[in-house]
């Protein structure tokens, strides 16, 4: 009975890893970037999704690393699939910064990642 109801657990708690749409965890490593002239991809090179967020002198934004809504620092974000990649485009000499999680994003931040005013931040498991 209980080697039963063991099984059962460790069946149970599996499947609902497997069903968690973000699992908290840093993707950063899964990302190449290339700039060619004005222009900056980021491409996916890992075989899960990852989302992308991203911030800087960007060419059509008028906000800055540091800009979100209540103090946040990363101002734009992407989904990635394995193997794809998003661009975006800098004014002249602009910087950038960005950071990436397993898993996708919807509108806006809340509950997929928390970032902080100096560029560092952290995935959430949701």
Same mark, same amino acid.
């Given at each position: 009975m209980l080697k039963k109801l063991?099984?059962?657990?460790?069946?149970?708690?599996?499947?609902?890893? !497997?069903f968690a749409q973000n699992p908290g965890t840093d993707?950063?490593?899964?990302?190449?970037?290339?700039?060619?002239?004005?222009?900056?991809t980021l491409t996916n090179v890992c075989s899960e999704k990852i989302f992308v967020m991203y911030c800087?002198? !960007?060419r059509w934004s008028n906000s800055g690393c540091g800009d979100y809504e209540g103090g946040g620092y990363y101002t734009h974000s992407n989904n990635i699939q394995p193997g794809g990649s998003t661009?975006?485009? !800098?004014?002249d000499n602009g910087r950038y910064a960005y950071g990436a999680c397993y898993g996708s994003i919807?509108?806006?931040k809340k509950g997929y990642f928390e970032d902080y005013p100096n560029g560092n931040y952290e995935c959430l498991a949701n």
């Open positions: 063991f099984i059962g657990t460790v069946c149970l708690l599996s499947c609902v890893n !497997l993707a950063s490593d899964c990302v190449r970037q290339s700039v060619n002239g004005y222009k900056v800087g002198n !960007l661009w975006f485009d !800098l004014k919807s509108f806006g």
